[in-house]
DNA sequence: GACATCTGCTTGTCTGACAAGTGTCGCGCC
DNA sequence: GGCGCGACACTTGTCAGACAAGCAGATGTC
């Protein structure tokens, strides 16, 4: 059985620059084939480049201005780039996922410094240790991975199983809410230490400082994504 | 200075769709406007609303069918999916259950009584009223509906996509342990006047009340539940 | 030399047309 | 009555051509 879903002449379009970028060595910075040209090269419609061009913005491969031409992105901030426009275009549901987040988790925290048992607290020592290294050496996807382990680790140390579902459905289902708030720049390390704060908290079976540590470490990652935003405007 | 940047036509449009699908009330996974209903209504024509849809369909807010039409995206829904079935299949786990409805409910309630509009309160007023009619005649397996409506209607009041969809997943699925608890001698009559406090307070935009009330609701269900139970064994 | 204008290129938007996918309704057959 | 099939209406997908609007360099005038 091959190929089952149609694709449509746009995303064929998208996989033809990206082939043209690197074929025809194009680099950052530098100006790309007119919309012209490119409905001579491929031999489809305007149509099609244009909405192939939109997405292509979108993502951050290249940038688009009038008058001038197709301008393929500066790679530098092509990562960046990309994190700030699927930020601003999904603001809201960052908002109400944190604001959910900040209700549940709190309480997560101080439900698990009450229960959480060695083994819990060895096995998120161990994730803590290794985001620690990740954040060090800059290695953010592999940090996130360990983000979202943490907070799973202390859903389940709370032994409420429920909570623990519940918590991994947010994470695993949900990378680019969590991706984000990591991408803001200096966020990984101060999360390094917050995580810190909490684990040490559940450690010593302090329900309340567990509860408040969490609650700062929620309230401090929506600050710095809320501000990022706004200097984006 | 005001706004540097020239917009593009197709960017407005997104931000103008993104609006209808809040004040014209479109939930996940249904049918929206089509391409051609969408240019009558923004007067504008539909290379722009093309170049705006395949946007949002890239940033997962919108699914584009041929032949069929525009849907709106159900990632929210998709995300508790694997959560509303584990649900489904523990139910052994009520106490676990409740002590996350007991994190959940009272802040939504609060949230609730600071965003609902009169729409939303409308709408729990009369699926209050239907509570109580059904339980006076009591028929039993109607309130059960009206319940969840009620706990549903009110996760919508706070605005809060997220915790809408979570409760819902959250209510739909309830263990039989729950639904019983209504079959307990004097609970559902106990609930209505529960349901009309929370309401009332609401209403009111009394934040703490709202929350308090919750809290008293669920931690009364929890204990008669709990005693339910017992008398079973 | 300084400035305005012209000109040709670019992207932005609109229009009308036809292709292609999907679901429905009703007709005729069994 | 039930079933199958085709006509039809409605949807998105794609195209071609036109004009508006922004930009930059060439040209002409003073």
Redesign the pocket.
Known sequence: MSQIK?I???ESVIDAIKEMVVKDGFRSGEKFY????LTGKLQ?????I?EALRILEVTGQVS???????YIADTQGERFKEFSSWLKNNEQSIRDNFEVRLIIEPKAARSAAENADAGDIQQMEGVWAQFAAYARDHKIEEAIVCDHRFHCGLARATKNRTLYVLMKAMTTTLPNGWISSLYTPGRIDQTVHEHGDILRAVKKQDKAGAENAMTRHLANALHDITKHLDDLT
Not at 64 to 70: E, N, P, R, S
Request: glycine fraction near 10%; hydrophobic fraction near 20%.
């Open positions: 149609k449509r002449l746009s007119s919309e012209k040209e489809v419609s305007r149509s099609s244009r688009v201005k009038q008058g001038k031409g197709i």
